[in-house]
């Protein structure tokens, strides 16, 4: 509860309250829930920087919602 009324004090336009997270420690939530496995392995082979992308021909102005790819807002 102490970590939600932090939060809420910081950002009064968010509603932050108990949710089924908010027993876990930082670290446990990092191990079960974010899939962050530890550092980059520098050294095997992958590049560190993605290849440029061609950017001609784009759309003026581009909208998910209008894709239909936009859900609702969920419990995070």
């Known amino acids: 509860?102490?970590?939600?009324?932090?939060?809420?004090?910081l950002d009064p336009t968010a509603i932050h309250g108990i949710t089924q997270f908010s027993d876990l420690t930082e670290d446990e939530f990092q191990r079960h829930y974010t899939g962050v496995n530890g550092g980059f392995p520098w050294n095997n082979g992958v590049r560190d920087v993605a290849p440029p992308l061609k950017v001609d021909g784009l759309p003026e102005?581009?909208?998910?919602?209008?894709?239909?790819?936009?859900?609702?807002?969920?419990?995070?």
């Open 61 to 76: 102005d581009f909208d998910w919602r209008e894709k239909g790819a936009v859900t609702e807002v969920k419990m995070q």
């Open 1 to 9: 509860m102490l970590r939600a009324a932090e939060n809420q004090a």
